[in-house]
């Protein structure tokens, strides 16, 4: 048995990294979005498009939500690609900023509102068996029902792999805070995992991706 959220971050990152398409001429790409040219700019939102969704989707509540985070972390990217190292992972980057966009989306909106610390934190644990009775689209599914809070520090903690001191510091809150919200949330999503994988029929993980595609 893992730790309830350790197994969905398995299955959720190794997908998340299937979203990324063409990235053989990644340099050339940013070396023209560094120019301003369209083309290059088209090219770079494509080829990530379906990752970027698939940080944003995390955060957001819906699609509606996640295409709006992301249009705004990309226009961020673009505002500051010059600064980009090249050196370093492009996918690294944009995955940091798409994150702190999110992070700044749902403060904007006032929608986090976070428990108070408590004492003691047991952790809950959910079988492996049971996360792979569901899609990914399940899981994601039961992520973004969490509440805005629970859902952000559980996004920070379990698939970025902040740890709550840095949490803390990024969501301006206290370390205990961010261990309680992310004990609230792994036990809500312990107990969605089990009841969905009780009415769910499908088999393997992730079968219709249509909402990342770029339309």
């Given at each position: 048995?893992l730790?309830c959220?350790?197994?969905?971050?398995?299955?959720?990152?190794?997908?998340?990294?299937?979203f990324?398409q063409?990235?053989?001429?990644?340099n050339e790409?940013?070396?023209?979005?560094?120019k301003?040219e369209?083309s290059?700019?088209?090219?770079?939102?494509r080829?990530?498009?379906?990752y970027?969704?698939s940080?944003?989707?995390?955060?957001?509540?819906?699609?509606e939500?996640?295409?709006?985070?992301?249009?705004d972390g990309?226009?961020?990217?673009?505002?500051?690609?010059?600064s980009?190292d090249?050196?370093?992972s492009?996918k690294t980057w944009?995955?940091?900023?798409?994150v702190n966009?999110?992070i700044d989306?749902?403060r904007?909106?006032?929608?986090?509102v976070?428990?108070?610390?408590?004492?003691?934190?047991p952790e809950?644990?959910?079988?492996d068996k049971?996360?792979d009775k569901l899609?990914?689209e399940?899981l994601?599914?039961q992520v973004?029902?969490?509440?805005?809070a629970?859902r952000?520090?559980?996004?920070?903690?379990?698939i970025?792999?902040?740890?709550?001191?840095e949490i803390a510091?990024?969501l301006r809150?206290?370390?205990?805070?961010?261990?309680s919200?992310?004990?609230?949330?792994k036990?809500i999503?312990?107990?969605k995992?089990?009841n969905a994988s009780t009415?769910?029929?499908?088999?393997?993980?992730?079968?219709?991706?249509s909402v990342?595609?770029?339309?």
């Amino acid at each position: 048995m893992l730790l309830c959220g350790e197994n969905i971050a398995f299955y959720i990152k190794a997908r998340q990294e299937t979203f990324v398409q063409d990235t053989n001429n990644i340099n050339e790409l940013i070396a023209g979005c560094c120019k301003k040219e369209r083309s290059s700019q088209e090219a770079l939102y494509r080829n990530f498009f379906g990752y970027g969704m698939s940080i944003c989707l995390r955060y957001a509540q819906n699609r509606e939500e996640a295409v709006e985070i992301m249009n705004d972390g990309f226009l961020k990217i673009f505002q500051h690609i010059q600064s980009f190292d090249t050196s370093r992972s492009f996918k690294t980057w944009l995955a940091k900023i798409m994150v702190n966009t999110s992070i700044d989306f749902l403060r904007g909106k006032k929608k986090m509102v976070f428990v108070d610390d408590i004492s003691h934190i047991p952790e809950p644990g959910t079988d492996d068996k049971i996360v792979d009775k569901l899609s990914y689209e399940e899981l994601l599914k039961q992520v973004q029902a969490l509440p805005p809070a629970y859902r952000t520090v559980f996004n920070l903690y379990v698939i970025e792999g902040y740890q709550h001191q840095e949490i803390a510091l990024m969501l301006r809150i206290s370390e205990g805070t961010s261990k309680s919200n992310l004990f609230k949330a792994k036990k809500i999503l312990k107990e969605k995992i089990i009841n969905a994988s009780t009415n769910t029929s499908v088999d393997g993980v992730g079968q219709n991706m249509s909402v990342y595609k770029n339309e």
